[in-house]
């Protein structure tokens, strides 16, 4: 599977270690940024990773910020991305489930490093459940093109 990372300057740490984390585990990992604590903006590296996705250069994403929700906002903007900001390994697992998410965002100054790891192992080990949940992602796929 290949997963592209990005991170503003208060979620460098955490990408840099779920990166790793992600080769050590085999996965094909596509860096989209930032490379260093300098101070950057969130949305240009929210929106880089979620027009990443959506355009199937990677299978899913992992986005990461000071509180996860900054990044969030920024890559689901983007059509086709159904983002959502996760806080441990049941958001994330439920995000995947019922929301189908193919990006999750994780927020440095909110979860400790090992927390983050399981979420993210959690949200790239589930499969969408489907079902009743299609409809409803179906309907969260027309508003990209629907907004009324």
């Known amino acids: 599977m290949r997963v592209a990372v990005a991170s503003d ?24 940024g930032t490379d260093g604590t300098e101070s950057v903006d969130y949305p240009d590296y929210g929106a880089s990773l979620g027009r990443f996705v959506s355009s199937g250069q990677a299978d899913k994403g ?17 059509a086709g991305v159904r983002a959502a900001t996760v806080h441990d390994v049941t958001s994330a697992r439920l995000s995947r489930l019922h929301n189908d998410a193919n990006i999750a965002c994780l927020g440095e100054r909110f979860l400790g490093p090992q927390v983050a790891l399981d979420a993210v192992d959690a949200f790239l080990s589930t499969e969408f459940e489907g079902g009743r ?15 009324s």
């Open 9 to 32: 300057h208060a979620g460098f740490h955490l990408k840099q270690a779920i990166a790793e984390h992600l080769r050590q585990a085999g996965y094909e990992i596509v860096d989209l």
């Open 62 to 78: 992992v986005a990461v910020c000071g509180s996860g929700i900054g990044i969030c906002m920024a890559a689901g903007k983007i």
């Open 133 to 147: 949940h299609a409809r409803r992602v179906g309907k969260i796929n027309k508003l990209d093109v629907d907004a």
